[in-house]
């Protein structure tokens, strides 16, 4: 299998405060995870890829300093959303790919963000 | 950079019919295709796939084709049950890291 561990499943929070989102490949190692947003009945929205041990690569009009992506471990990856804002407001959905080449990636169960 | 592009938006059929979604791509170098089922509120889930080197797939009710030619590939449901509705995607990748993926089809199956 590959079964993908996203956490937490919804936040509430107050304008201003930052939010950190877990990603764990849990039995599998996977070098590259990515973050999606999801707006309602729309696309999954790529925010950046992330490969394990460097800087992630962010989409253009993504702000880094803004959305703060840690892939520290092949296993885990980390999405702090700094000082949110009630428009950060959103789906948030991680996903693992398996080695490189020509694999599927694997999504997490996604993160509603509430911002109020 | 890949261009994807899904249709129709959405789709109601009756249950026991069948569903047809189609995508068009447009780097010919393109070379996987990966088809995703998004239930509300629910993490996509690979349904199936297919790589350049293959024209068709089949996995029970499900399969896609891939007209490399013609720069798309459909997803066919046959038989069609009240849990197969949901929102499906389709992507698009070569070799590199990135999916391109459409906007994606809302399907409804009616009982």
């Known amino acids: 299998g590959a079964v993908v561990s996203q956490h937490p499943s919804r936040v509430i929070c107050k304008s201003g405060t930052s939010v950190k989102i877990e990603c764990r490949s849990l039995?599998?190692?996977?070098?590259?995870m990515f973050w999606y947003r999801q707006f309602p009945k729309k696309s999954l929205m790529l925010m950046a890829t992330s490969n394990e041990g460097s800087k992630a690569t962010y989409e253009q009009g993504v702000e880094k300093d803004k959305f703060l992506i840690n892939h520290a471990s092949l296993t885990l990856s980390t999405l702090t959303v700094t000082s949110a804002h009630p428009e950060d407001s959103s789906f948030y959905i991680c996903?693992?790919?398996?080695?490189?080449?020509?694999?599927?990636?694997?999504f997490g169960d996604g993160t509603r963000l509430s911002i109020l | 950079g890949e261009n994807v592009e899904q249709h129709p938006s959405t789709l109601s059929v009756q249950e026991g019919d069948s569903a047809v979604i189609k995508c068009t791509y447009s780097d010919s170098a393109s070379n996987y295709f990966p088809w995703y089922k998004q239930e509300l509120g629910k993490r996509p889930q690979l349904i199936i796939d297919?790589?350049?080197?293959?024209g068709e797939k089949k996995d029970q009710r499900i399969a896609v084709t891939l007209n490399k030619t013609a720069k798309h590939f459909s997803l066919h449901i046959t038989e069609t049950q009240p849990e197969d509705s949901a929102v499906y995607f389709c992507a698009a990748i070569y070799t590199g890291n990135q999916f391109y993926f459409g906007t994606g089809t809302s399907l409804t199956v009616i009982p």
């Open positions: 996903s693992a790919r398996k080695g490189t080449g020509l694999q599927p990636q694997h």
């Open positions: 297919i790589r350049s080197n293959v």
């Open positions: 039995d599998f190692q996977a070098t590259t």
